[in-house]
């Protein structure tokens, strides 16, 4: 009986020591993922203050277009229809469909960008309907720049791999350039741009901004929160094993003290 209940009270020391541990370290991971959307907000904050980018003024500052995301950048080129593709899932007032995204040669340079040009209804985003929506001759294009993705969200489906003999992949999960420069002719700049609305165009495609929060989520609150459970557990079981040792020998104590009675 004393083997099975010092082996009771055993496993249930080791679960607590070892949720104890968890929790912590679940508070240091809520602090680690504050620490990364501090940094994110100040990345974004320093770009968004800084002046248009002006893709078409040599030199380009190619290592560095990744770290100037949702920065304001303008470009003047002409789009290649040929290697256009197009984005997934994308929703315009509850509608599902497409975004465009069309390889625009930048005017003076040999480089090209990848433009997401808004929104199209599946059935406008099908050829030959979407040849309607082409750019014809030298335009501008005002918006921000947007990073590369490599792999989709948490929960979302990659982009599926050619079959052979397949080329072109005409659909994507995510802007993958890494991915679309090995079907499209013109070199791609390791970032796109998402184009931003303009009063003078009205119609298809829909051109939106992205909406960047800027806050520091609820991060440092479930960092306290782990904390806080840890400290209730690590610091209570200690007081309810002393509750239970006492009760354990006032219990006896009363045993032998009915013992001496009867006897």
Do not use: C
Not at 42 to 70: G, H, K
């Amino acid at each position: 009986m004393k083997t099975r209940g010092f082996l009771r009270w055993g496993l249930t020391t080791f679960l607590v020591v070892l949720g104890v541990v968890i929790m912590i370290r679940l508070g240091f991971w809520q602090l680690d993922r504050l620490a990364q959307r501090r940094a994110f907000n100040e990345r974004v904050l320093t770009a968004q203050s800084l002046p248009p980018l002006n893709l078409n003024e040599e030199p380009l500052p190619i290592a560095q277009l990744p770290d100037m995301e949702y920065r304001e950048v303008l470009v003047i080129g002409e789009y290649d229809h040929a290697d256009e593709v197009l984005l997934r899932n994308q929703v315009w007032e509850g509608r599902l469909g497409f975004h465009l995204l069309t390889p625009l040669q930048i005017q003076g340079t040999s480089w090209a960008v990848l433009v997401d040009r808004g929104w199209l209804p599946y059935e406008e985003a099908q050829l030959p309907a979407r040849l309607a929506y082409q750019e014809r001759g030298v335009v501008l294009v005002r918006g921000v720049i947007r990073r590369s993705q490599e792999r989709p969200d948490f929960g979302g489906v990659p982009d599926p791999t050619l079959a052979p003999g397949q080329s072109h992949l005409e659909a994507w999960n995510v802007v993958n350039i890494t991915r679309i420069q090995q079907q499209t002719r013109l070199p791609l700049l390791p970032v796109y741009i998402q184009q931003a609305p303009d009063p003078a165009w009205q119609g298809l495609p829909y051109r939106t901004l992205p909406e960047v929060e800027i806050s520091e989520g609820p991060h440092l609150g479930y960092a306290i929160q782990w904390f806080t459970f840890a400290a209730i557990f690590g610091l209570g079981y200690p007081l309810f094993i002393r509750r239970q040792l006492h009760n354990s020998a006032k219990q006896a104590r009363e045993r032998n003290q009915e013992d001496e009675e009867e006897g």
